[in-house]
T-cell receptor, first 114, second 109 residues
Framework: GAVVSQHPSWVICKSGTSVKIECRSLDFQATTMFWYRQFPKQSLMLMATSNEGSKATYEQGVEKDKFLINHASLTLSTLTVTSAHPEDSSFYIC??????????FGPGTRLLVL | AQRVTQPEKLLSVFKGAPVELKCNYSYSGSPELFWYVQYSRQRLQLLLRHISRESIKGFTADLNKGETSFHLKKPFAQEEDSAMYYCALLIQGAQKLVFGQGTRLTINP
């Protein structure tokens, strides 16, 4: 149990376009979902914490208008990278917490902005 | 400040040898710590959580509040243990994790 999926697994887009990434908890309801960014050979950097039905809490330095998070239900959160630029190219990972503090991670989405 | 430090970026040991991956933390609250593992081309997955006091795949970790450490140990390393290991601290209230920089463990045959 505790499976988290992400879609798409990879995406290539042109500079200036917006990209939406979905994160779903498949077999449990997630009280909280998290979005991370991981640069090559580096650790995970938390971008924001997302709770169903409320606004996301962004970490310091993360532009909320750039990275829009919507948490529509207890099993779905989306991250939209708006007006993407090459510097937004990265590996984006979501996780979900079903309560208790343990996070279950998705497989990640690799974004390449040309 | 809330911080997790994994002093070794890379660690290489021979198969059958003991392995210890170091993790130190800084946190003013009651610490709750995790070890996550990422095998090649796979997602991050929970290895163990200190409150569960389990031994997973032969790994154990003891929380030492005096030394503010949560080192991961295994008495006899296996080749399949080669992976990236992350130590993480749960921030109470916010319920978010702070990750260390990770240690890449390589088990040599």
């Amino acid at each position: 149990g505790a499976v988290v999926s992400q879609h798409p697994s990879w995406v290539i887009c042109k500079s200036g376009t917006s990209v939406k990434i979905e994160c779903r908890s498949l077999d449990f309801q997630a009280t909280t979902m998290f979005w991370y960014r991981q640069f090559p050979k580096q650790s995970l950097m938390l971008m924001a914490t997302s709770n169903e039905g409320s606004k996301a809490t962004y970490e310091q330095g993360v532009e909320k208008d750039k990275f829009l998070i919507n948490h529509a239900s207890l099993t779905l959160s989306t991250l939209t990278v708006t007006s993407a630029h090459p510097e937004d190219s990265s590996f984006y990972i979501c996780s979900a917490d079903r309560g208790g503090g343990t996070q279950y991670f998705g497989p990640g989405t690799r974004l390449l902005v040309l | 400040a809330q911080r997790v430090t994994q002093p070794e970026k890379l660690l290489s040991v021979f198969k059958g040898a003991p392995v210890e991956l170091k993790c130190n933390y800084s946190y003013s609250g009651s610490p709750e710590l995790f070890w996550y593992v990422q095998y090649s081309r796979q997602r991050l997955q929970l290895l163990l959580r200190h409150i569960s006091r389990e031994s997973i795949k032969g790994f154990t970790a003891d929380l030492n509040k005096g030394e503010t450490s949560f080192h991961l140990k295994k008495p006899f390393a296996q080749e399949e243990d080669s992976a990236m290991y992350y130590c993480a601290l749960l921030i109470q209230g916010a319920q978010k994790l702070v990750f260390g920089q990770g240690t890449r463990l390589t088990i040599n045959p």
